[in-house]
């Protein structure tokens, strides 16, 4: 079992930064794929952005390529997301996964609110 807990929400300026924290316990992730997604209430949750066990690929939704950065380091068992220029539209609760073999994420934290304001 592999336990993820999300930090770094909160509420930000349109135009701001915000890097959220994802701490990984119970097994070391460095054999894990790991991802980001978000879910507003009422919608389904979307994918955000992923990083392969190596750190040799990375994805990112066309919404937010170029101002998303997910990082990843295994020593720690961390994941990081780093979200510039936010926007209104990027207003959601973040999740943190793992994957034993992405796109299919087995694991997954309970979220942080991200609020940007206009």
């Known amino acids: 079992q592999v336990q993820l807990v999300e930090s770094g929400g909160g509420l930000v300026q349109s135009g701001g930064s915000l890097r959220l924290s994802c701490a990984a316990s119970?097994?070391?992730?460095?054999?894990?794929?790991m991802g980001w997604f978000r879910q507003v209430p009422g919608k389904e949750r979307e994918f955000v952005t992923s990083?392969?066990?190596?750190?040799?690929?990375?994805y990112y939704a066309d919404s937010v390529k170029g101002r998303f950065t997910i990082s990843r380091d295994n020593a720690k068992n961390m994941v990081y997301l780093q979200m510039n220029s936010l926007k209104p539209e990027d207003t959601a609760v973040y999740y943190c996964?793992?994957?034993?073999?992405?796109?299919?994420?087995?694991?997954w934290g309970q979220g942080t609110q991200v609020t940007v304001s206009s």
């Open positions: 119970g097994r070391t992730i460095s054999s894990y794929d």
């Open positions: 996964a793992a994957a034993r073999k992405a796109p299919t994420f087995d694991y």
């Open positions: 990083i392969t066990w190596s750190g040799a690929r990375i």
